[in-house]
């Protein structure tokens, strides 16, 4: 089992860009969810997707849009890119009717 | 509101026993969780409890939740120096499945 996988692992992106992160969750898990963490900080819920649908959202500005497709993998977009937006994006997946949720390993972006 | 509290640091020596404290605000919570952070990595998730028990232990690991202070704790025996990391602990709760998750306390090991 791969385990949660992310891409890119690293990515440097300029202020008012766009950009398109992408998880793959645990064979087996159907809910995928989004954290930000800020250097120095704990994660912060973004949103979570179920049966291809946003289920949940954070306390997020719309620049911060999603997608989960068939496979249950899923991707982060964030338009109009902004310097405070450099962090770890971090994927989480949890198997069915199951809270518990198994991290990537994310994704660093540096909005420069 | 969710609030999620812990210590910022933590030093031990090798062989200790290493205790990382919590203190959470939402009385609906239904799990409690450790993760563990090390540098450039995600998120490991190490142990969770349940609300309505009281102590969990898994090998090394010991979680302590007294519900009633809202306090949670993670005990690591006999640390090792491959422990050193930051420890998060997070909630979720009936309402949201969303973790809401602490600063992090960073655990150092010294030989």
């Known amino acids: 089992d791969a385990g949660v996988t992310q891409s890119p692992t690293h990515l440097i992106k300029t202020r008012g860009q766009q950009v398109t992160l992408r998880c793959s969750p645990k064979?087996?898990?159907?809910?995928v969810s989004w954290y930000q963490q800020a250097l120095g900080q704990g994660p912060q819920f973004i949103f979570q997707?179920?049966?291809?649908?946003?289920?949940q959202r954070g306390n997020f500005p719309d620049r911060f849009s999603g997608h989960q497709f068939p496979n249950y993998s899923s991707e982060l977009n964030v338009n109009a890119l902004l310097l405070g937006d450099s962090a770890l994006y971090l994927c989480?997946?949890?198997?069915?009717?199951?809270?518990?949720?198994?991290f990537g390993q994310g994704t660093r972006l540096t909005v420069v | 509101g969710e609030d999620v509290e812990q210590s910022l640091f933590l030093s031990v020596r090798e062989g200790d026993s290493s205790v990382i404290n919590c203190t959470y605000t939402?009385?609906?919570?239904?799990?409690l969780y450790w993760y563990k952070q090390e540098p450039g990595a995600g998120l490991q998730l190490l142990t969770y409890?349940?609300?309505?028990?009281d102590m969990k232990q898994d090998q090394r690991l010991t979680v302590l939740l007294n519900k009633k202070d809202k306090h949670l704790s993670l005990r690591i025996a006999d640390t090792q120096t491959g422990d050193s990391a930051i420890y998060f602990c997070?909630?979720?709760?009936?309402?949201?499945?969303?973790?809401?998750f602490g600063s992090g306390t960073q655990l150092t090991v010294l030989p």
């Open positions: 989480a997946s949890s198997p069915p009717r199951n809270t518990e949720a198994f």
């Open positions: 064979s087996g898990h159907d809910t």
């Open positions: 409890i349940f609300s309505n028990m």
């Open positions: 997070a909630e979720i709760t009936e309402s949201a499945r969303q973790l809401t």
């Open positions: 939402d009385s609906s919570s239904t799990y």
């Open positions: 997707y179920y049966e291809e649908e946003e289920r």
